[in-house]
């Protein structure tokens, strides 16, 4: 019987070993998990139910080939169709669905949980041992790589030694950040993503009075969902073409849809399911524009709030609580306990000068292998087992999932999933992707085994 490892044990590593057991009955499984709760992985675990799902129910369903599983079991656990078409869940709601997949998983004699932090892979002569932290090791004949996501990296900035300081929270998924908070005080949080928003939220739920400064080097403000038109689909204008010749038909259809009082986003939900595709197509060159020059703005229009999310973010905007800076942290010092930080203020000469009490850190996963502090990584980075992606977010592999080697060699035997392909795909971590790629890894492990 053929063994599969499965290193990370969040949504994406449970998501690949459902489909690897419904597809064979002739597979041994180890998830090897340490660090968060099995299947929750930082994005469902937490408690705050303010933090709500950030993607319809109706996109959230394990599985691609019945896209109503989810809203199903919401119907199943009391809630109406009515409010499953209105509103956002909690998370934490989230998480007790990919919990009831985690029961049945246990209770399958094919699968064997490990509670450690993989930390090198050896390549044997018929297989792979991978060691883990407890000194144990793991002997498999195929690996899934579902590590999800790491820290965020260190804000740049001229001392370094505030990093070290308890004012300074670098994990903004754990509510460390809210101990021993004096609620009259101000905060810092670095970063204007939806790690921020939950963050903000969980401040505001705890009392906190005190002003929340937000800085990100454009400062864009959160966008939020809300019903628009469809607009139709107009990918085949897009197909080969550069990415200057598809910003400018992107930019003809947001004034058509202007044009007709419609919302953009309808332009931006018809380009969403083609937004692998057209990443894939550009070169080198052009995904490196993208990167410098549209992330930050497809990040605003891909990535939106919960309607009520964004009111209670813009209610405290407009009682003057919180504010959004464009600019970049210079420095940070602390002295005291008061936090000095100096930004450089966007498309300006000035500078702009605060005092706070805390810094959360909220300028989402690390991507950068190179630069991740993770005994794994390196190891395997220097062992070429894996490579790190040119464009620096995640790894390299083929278009199938499966990891590049030395000399662009592609493993027959280690797979990746999730964040690892953010480089390949771009778009890779949400539900409708990691449960699309488990399939298709499963697939493709079963099909090489038989
Ligand atoms: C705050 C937040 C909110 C999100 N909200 C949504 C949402 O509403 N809808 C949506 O579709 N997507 C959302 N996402 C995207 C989210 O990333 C995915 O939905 C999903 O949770 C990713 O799961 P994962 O297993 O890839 O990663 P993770 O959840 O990060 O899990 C990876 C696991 O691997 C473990 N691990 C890592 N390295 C090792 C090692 N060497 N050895 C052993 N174990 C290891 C980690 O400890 C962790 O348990 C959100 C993401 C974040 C960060």
Same mark, same amino acid.
């Given at each position: 019987m053929k063994t599969i490892a499965i290193i990370g044990g969040g949504w994406s590593g449970i998501l690949t070993a459902i489909q690897l057991l419904k597809k064979s009955k002739n597979i041994s499984i180890k998830i090897i998990n340490s660090g968060q709760p099995i299947g929750l992985g930082v994005a469902y675990r937490t408690t705050d139910t303010s933090h709500l799902l950030n993607v319809p129910a109706g996109k959230m369903s394990a599985f691609t080939n019945n896209p109503k599983h989810f809203t199903d079991w919401l119907i199943k656990n009391g809630h109406?169709?009515?409010? =499953? $078409?209105?509103?956002?869940f909690p998370r934490l709601l989230y998480g007790k669905y990919i919990l009831e997949? /985690?029961?049945?998983?246990?209770? +399958?004699?094919?699968?064997?949980? !490990? #509670?450690?932090?993989?930390?090198? =892979?050896?390549? $044997?002569?018929? +297989?792979?041992? !991978?060691?883990?932290?407890?000194?144990? &090791?793991?002997?498999? #004949?195929? @690996?899934?790589?579902?590590?999800?996501n790491f820290l965020p990296s260190t804000p740049k900035s001229a001392t370094l030694n505030f990093f070290e300081s308890p004012y300074y929270f670098k994990n903004p998924w754990n509510a460390d950040y809210l101990k021993n908070i004096s609620i009259s005080k101000d905060i810092l949080l670095i970063g204007t993503g939806l790690t921020m928003v939950d963050c903000v939220l969980s401040l505001k739920k705890a009392g906190v009075t005190g002003k929340l400064y937000v800085v990100s080097p454009r400062g864009y403000t959160p966008a939020s969902h809300s019903k628009a038109e469809i607009y139709p689909d107009f990918y085949s204008e897009l197909k080969g073409k550069t990415l200057l010749e598809i910003f400018q038909i992107v930019r003809e259809h947001l004034k058509i849809a202007e044009s007709?009082? +419609?919302?953009?986003?309808?332009?931006?939900? &018809?380009?969403?399911?083609?937004?692998?595709?057209?990443? =894939?197509?550009?070169?080198?060159?052009?995904?490196?524009?993208?990167?410098?020059?549209?992330?930050?703005?497809?990040? /605003?229009?891909?990535?939106r709030l919960p309607f009520t999310t964004h009111k209670e973010l813009m209610d405290l905007k407009t009682k003057s609580q919180l504010e959004i800076i464009g600019g970049r942290i210079i420095d940070i010092q602390e002295s005291n306990g008061i936090v000095s930080s100096s930004i450089q203020l966007r498309g300006s000469s000035k500078k702009r000068n605060l005092s706070v009490s805390r810094v959360i850190n909220c300028t989402g996963p690390q991507s950068n292998y190179k630069e991740l502090k993770e005994a794994f990584i390196q190891n395997l980075l220097a062992k070429k087992i894996i490579i790190s992606n040119e464009l620096k977010m995640g790894i390299e592999t083929d278009i199938?999932?499966?990891?590049?080697? $030395? #000399?662009?060699?592609?493993?027959?035997? @280690?797979?990746?999933?999730?964040?690892?392909?953010?480089?390949?795909?771009w778009e890779t971590t949400a539900v409708p992707e990691i449960s699309k790629q488990a399939e298709q890894i499963a697939k493709q492990i079963v099909d090489s085994i038989k």
């Open positions: 109406s169709t009515d409010e =499953i $078409e209105k509103h956002f997949f /985690v029961d049945k998983i246990k209770q +399958n004699s094919q699968v064997k949980f !490990i #509670d450690a932090r993989a930390v090198d =892979i050896q390549k $044997e002569s018929l +297989n792979y041992s !991978i060691q883990l932290n407890n000194g144990n &090791s793991i002997n498999a #004949d195929k @690996i899934v790589l579902a590590l999800g007709k009082k +419609n919302s953009w986003i309808g332009v931006v939900d &018809s380009l969403r399911p083609h937004a692998q595709d057209l990443w =894939i197509a550009l070169s080198k060159k052009d995904k490196q524009q993208f990167v410098s020059h549209i992330r930050h703005i497809w990040g /605003v229009a891909r990535h199938n999932a499966k990891v590049l080697q $030395e #000399d662009g060699k592609t493993s027959t035997d @280690i797979y990746a999933i999730g964040s690892l392909l953010r480089g390949i795909l």
